[in-house]
């Protein structure tokens, strides 16, 4: 047996980079993508030195323990809250996320989310493919300006801020953001965004983009008492992580009219998805896919590979989330 250190690809990822990861490793990989179950994917990790893996597989103290030999877990993801970072790092295993590779095409996809919801794309479609397009009426699916209005942005970091970028410059937009820090006032500047606190966000914004991370602090930071505040003409947008929003209080909103629409890549317990959100008109859903082009997902995967190759050469991680002792 080789004495290369082994690692485990737990989710199909491109070819070529496992070919790259096999340069430098003994390699077992998942290519037929079977979704494993925390006990399947501990029961895989046996005798493995590293895993590169996603967003969806939960990495907490039971998992560390059933796998003594791990020493680094690689998220092919930015966001890291399937990691349970004070365990790993009590348990001395390196954490790595994907930043900045992803962080213009989720931005363009934020975008994508925000026109096909205040113009009312796929339910105007739906009507379409469903024949009832008759004749030309004067207010046949009137959605909500974009250009030219506000829009609020909950979570200012890099993706926020390409938001931003595209907002202002692109559309010449009025972007006002809220964040647990406010920008330095060159990149303030840059972005052509003005820092405000929550409820002014909540009050002012016509469309509501939400782009911050999940910490268990911020579960629910918006819920009826939220969306109360909004305006009822608003479109609130989700391509941060499910859970930030309370999807029965909005799906309840949006029954009763209370905002506009609501355009929503992530879901509290997804990938199921709450059955009333399921059954309004005025929301537009797709299924945790704003990173979703080849080309970033394979950027995505090779950020992950890198780290595990960096930190195996005794280079360090590359992307670290956690500081071992
Ligand atoms: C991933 C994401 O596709 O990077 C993130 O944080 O949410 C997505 O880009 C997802 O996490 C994979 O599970």
Known sequence: MSNKPRILIARAISPE????????FEVQSNQDDVVWSPAELAQQLQGKDGVLTTGSQRIDAELLTACPQLKIVANMAVGYNNFDVPAMTAAGVQGTNAPD?????????????????ARRITESEHYLRAGLWKDWHYDLFAGAEVHSS?????GMGRIGQAIARRAAYGFGMQVIYHNRSRLDAALEAECKASYVGKQELLERADHLM???PFTPENRHTIGAAEIARMKP????INIARGGIVDDAALAQALKD?????AGLDVFEGEPVVHPDLLTVPNVVLTPHIASATKGTRTAMAALAADNLISFFAGKGPLTPV????
């Open 17 to 24: 980079v496992v070919q790259r990861l096999q340069q430098h």
């Open 101 to 117: 590779v992803l962080t213009e095409t989720t931005a363009d996809f934020g975008f994508a989310l925000l026109m096909a919801t």
């Open 150 to 154: 506000t829009l609020g942005i909950l």
């Open 210 to 212: 939400l782009v911050l």
């Open 233 to 236: 003409t608003a479109t609130l």
């Open 257 to 261: 009219g209370r905002i506009a629409a």
């Open 322 to 325: 956690n500081q071992l002792a």
